[in-house]
T-cell receptor
Framework: DVKVTQSSRYLVKRTGEKVFLECVQD?????MFWYRQDPGLGLRLIYF???????EKGDIPEGYSVSREKKERFSLILESASTNQTSMYLC?????????????FGPGTRLTVL | QQQVKQSPQSLIVQKGGISIINCAYE??????FPWYQQFPGKGPALLIA?????SEKKEGRFTISFNKSAKQFSLHIMDSQPGDSATYFC???????????????FGKGTHLIIQP
């Protein structure tokens, strides 16, 4: 079974702190994604990566950055957390290929910024 | 600009009935249309997906109907069961001409309740 794990299920941080959210997948997937999920807004794409050290902005990249130093690991960084970044963060991975393939999601990290 | 519009926001269906969730998209470059199912406390999981070269795809009790000219697609759940109670998201994405990934654009979700 594909497994996508996220470092924390719940996280509470203070405004202005630097926050790292870690994601690891064990299926040798090339593609990895970070989404945030908010009630009534669905899931929105923050950043994604299709190869090590490669990154692409999604629909809402402002206030976030990412790092992918190893194929299996994709980190989301909040340089200076703000209260409007309180959300559920979901990581996903998928195989590369000519056609889109299934994205496998982790269980999510619920981040609260006070 | 919301590129994938989903309705209804919430839906209550009696056990054994048909649940129908609709989505409409704007970007004609989209060429992959999955539906994801999410239970509380879990990440979304792929339920069924369709590409625009077919008008319908069925997997068990779940069917996607796709209307390319109207830019609409829908999920039908036949013989709905209490275990189907979950949040459902439609999504869309496009292939990149040079390869590589592209993220999914999601609808806002439908909270489905199947009453026993």
């Amino acid at each position: 079974d594909v497994k996508v794990t996220q470092s924390s299920r719940y996280l509470v941080k203070r405004t202005g702190e630097k926050v790292f959210l870690e994601c690891v997948q064990d299926m040798d997937h090339e593609n990895m994604f970070w989404y945030r999920q908010d009630p009534g807004l669905g899931l929105r794409l923050i950043y994604f990566s299709y190869d090590v050290k490669m990154k692409e902005k999604g629909d809402i990249p402002e206030g976030y950055s990412v790092s992918r130093e190893k194929k299996e690991r994709f980190s989301l960084i909040l340089e200076s957390a703000s209260t409007n970044q309180t959300s559920m963060y979901l990581c996903a991975s998928s195989l590369a290929g000519r056609a889109q393939s299934e994205q496998f999601f982790g269980p999510g990290t619920r981040l609260t910024v006070l | 600009q919301q590129q994938v519009k989903q309705s209804p926001q919430s839906l209550i269906v009696q056990k054994g009935g048909i649940s129908i969730i609709n989505c409409a998209y704007e970007n004609t470059a989209f060429d992959y249309f999955p539906w994801y199912q999410q239970f509380p406390g879990k990440g979304p999981a792929l339920l069924i997906a369709i590409r625009p070269d077919v008008s319908e795809k069925k997997e068990g009790r779940f069917t996607i109907s796709f209307n390319k000219s109207a830019k609409q697609f829908s999920l039908h759940i036949m013989d709905s069961q209490p275990g189907d109670s979950a949040t459902y998201f439609c999504a869309a994405s496009m292939n990149r001409s040079g390869g590589g990934a592209d993220g999914l654009t999601f609808g806002k979700g439908t909270h489905l309740i199947i009453q026993p």
